[in-house]
């Protein structure tokens, strides 16, 4: 009689993988929940549109086109511009006029903004660092924390590192 599975694992391993995204999946959603609520109590700013603004202070004195925001983000140019546009209205971001093309939006972080993303930032790290040290307790996503921390290891430099296809 054969086993409905192959010998190699490979079932396994893909049934594995699976259960792990489920957990980062539910995990990311949860954290990404808390983050929000924290960031938009103590600072006025959700987190979508402080990492936006972060895009936009990482790119001072210069201005950055929407579109290179919705890529950074991994969001579509809709999303990134109705977040840039909270941003603008917040008078944390100014959009920049581009003479050589008009069509393309260009957007930078105004002095209140990268006061807003320093002082957010902080509180961003800090929320951070406390549910990844709050989660790495937690049975349901310890493994799931722990691959997440080791992966800090496995940065360019460093033995066992992988660049992304």
Do not use: K, N
């Not at 511009?81 to 050589?100: D, M, N």
């Not at 807003?116 to 902080?122: H, Q, S």
């Not at 790290?125 to 709050?134: A, G, N, P, Q, V």
């Amino acid at each position: 009689m054969t086993e409905p599975h192959d010998s190699d694992g490979r079932e396994t391993a893909t049934e594995d993988v699976a259960r792990l995204w489920e957990r980062v999946a539910t995990m990311f959603s949860w954290l990404e929940g808390q983050l929000d609520r924290t960031l938009t109590h103590r600072h006025g700013v959700g987190l979508a549109p402080l990492m936006a603004l972060g895009v936009l202070v990482g790119e001072h004195p210069g201005s950055v086109p929407v579109g290179d925001v919705a890529r950074r983000l991994s969001v579509s140019a809709s999303a990134a511009s109705r977040i840039l546009t909270q941003l603008e209205c917040s008078g944390w971001a100014t959009r920049v006029a581009w003479p050589c093309d008009r069509r393309i939006s260009r957007m930078a972080a105004t002095e209140a903004g990268r006061h807003v993303w320093t002082r957010a930032g902080r509180t961003l790290d800090r929320e951070l660092d406390f549910s990844f040290r709050t989660l790495r307790f937690d049975e349901r996503y310890a493994h799931v924390v722990a691959r997440l921390c080791r992966a800090e290891d496995d940065t360019p430099g460093h033995p066992g590192h992988h660049e992304p296809p």
